[in-house]
């Protein structure tokens, strides 16, 4: 008997262990993995350490979060309390994602997910991270995708491979949303299934896992979690796991208070729980506004905000506060966490500590509060000096694409790098 099963938040029904199921009877609600067992954090190495992974036997390894207690940020914000979950290249600390990101767990635990349900191969969108984690990933497993991302957010982006071994098609006239559209309909053609988005089970337990890191280091919950977000589905994920450590009994009594951040002035969802409005604002969502962040990686206009069981639920569950920072708070927090704790981070691990900083300000955190900051990706530069990285050299391709130009682009892409 498998160590977990699927069920509807909303209905309660238990699905089978497929891959990316859908509720038959709740259309706008997300699916949560239920583990049978308590948790435990000695069943293997790296992320496959964790029992509240929706895997049973991973094929590769794959390195987690590492989570320590800040000692010069810390002193810098006058806190005592601050643990920092560090997700990126740092061998100094013990942190090997050569992808530089946290989107490493949710590719690894997605491609593992859908080898053991029979996938043969996956479609996915990206507006750069994740691009990047399922590239790397797809080949440290062995197992094809064929990537969608928006042409904006090329100059961001860089591959550990080349592109060659993984087809990747650029959306030319589109942002990441049309990017999605883009990869649902290639999915269509091609017999692959969609990597299937906040509504992937594996994706949000994997993303959770940092939290997972985390209460193994500290020994409990934390009072207060901090995360940059683009569709929110790493907040949901570290929410969903915080429940469960409520049902285990042994971790705390509360859940951690969730404070998300977003990219000024592209910060729909901001708007939105600002207003305690479950809905989304369309004049917070207009593409011209993503031209002006310097986050695009958080720049859906499709984040899981109203779904039942995404961020506004989350927020209204665990309480906490949402930020909306500048492209300056970014970049000085970049510059102020790097003389501190001595290695680069990426933007969007800047909007997070710049939001920590607001929470601070506003006294939504207190300094001697316990606090786990999620920086989400780090250690490009390092890892630019002791790797060699390749620039992404897409198929590019309209929003308007035929399905027989799909076709033909995928017998493409596929054949160069077979």
């Known amino acids: 008997m498998s160590h977990f099963s699927i069920i509807c938040r909303k209905c309660g029904k238990e699905l089978p262990n497929t891959y990316c ?11 949560i993995t239920s583990y049978r067992d308590p948790f435990r954090d000695d069943c293997g190495k790296g992320i496959w350490k964790f ?6 036997t991973p094929a590769f390894d794959q390195p987690g979060t590492v989570v320590y207690r800040s000692q010069w940020l810390a002193r810098h914000l006058d806190m005592t309390d601050l643990y920092i979950a560090f997700n990126g290249y ?13 989107k490493e767990f949710e590719a690894a635990i997605v491609l ?3 080898v053991e349900n029979g996938v043969e191969g996956l479609i996915v969108a990206s507006a750069g991270n994740t691009a990047r984690a399922f590239a790397h990933l797809s080949i440290v497993a062995g197992f ?3 990537i969608v991302v928006p042409r904006m957010c090329l100059m961001e982006m860089w591959y550990l491979e080349s ?11 589109g942002d990441y949303s049309d990017s999605i559209d883009v990869a649902r309909r290639i999915a269509a053609v091609s017999g692959f299934p969609f990597e299937g988005g906040v509504k992937n089970i594996a994706k949000r337990d994997g993303l959770g896992s940092t939290i997972l890191e985390a209460v193994s280091v500290m020994g409990r919950l934390p009072d207060h979690y901090v995360q940059a977000v683009g569709s929110g589905t790493g907040g949901i994920g570290v929410w969903e796991m915080s429940e469960r450590f409520l049902r285990d009994g042994r971790f705390g009594t509360a859940l951690p208070k969730l404070h998300l951040a977003q990219n000024l002035p592209f910060a729909p969802m901001v708007k939105a729980w600002e207003k305690r409005s479950r809905e989304l604002f369309e004049e917070d969502l207009r593409p011209e506004l993503i031209g002006q962040i310097s986050t695009r990686v958080l720049s859906t206009r499709y984040p899981a905000y109203s779904v039942q069981g995404g961020v506004f639920d989350a927020m209204q569950a665990a309480g906490g506060s949402m930020y909306g920072v500048t492209n300056r708070e970014v970049f000085e927090s970049m510059e102020l966490f790097s003389n501190l704790e001595g290695v680069d981070i990426v933007p969007a691990a800047g909007v997070a500590v710049a ?3 607001q929470a601070l300000e506003k006294k939504t955190i207190q300094k001697g509060d316990s606090v786990l900051l999620n920086i989400t990706g780090g250690g490009e530069v390092m890892l630019g000096r002791e790797k060699k990285t390749y620039n992404v050299e897409p198929a590019f391709v309209s929003k308007k694409i035929t399905d027989k130009e799909i076709e033909d682009l995928i017998c493409t892409a596929l054949k160069k790098s077979s």
């Open 21 to 31: 199921a859908f509720c038959e009877h709740c259309a706008n609600s997300l699916l």
């Open 90 to 102: 740092w061998p100094e600390r013990g942190a090997f994602l050569e992808a530089c990101t946290f």
């Open 355 to 357: 939001a920590l900083k």
């Open 112 to 114: 593992q997910n859908a």
């Open 51 to 56: 029992n509240w992974l929706p895997v049973h």
């Open 163 to 173: 592109s060659s071994m993984v087809p990747t098609l650029a959306v030319g006239d």
């Open 144 to 146: 094809p995708v064929i």
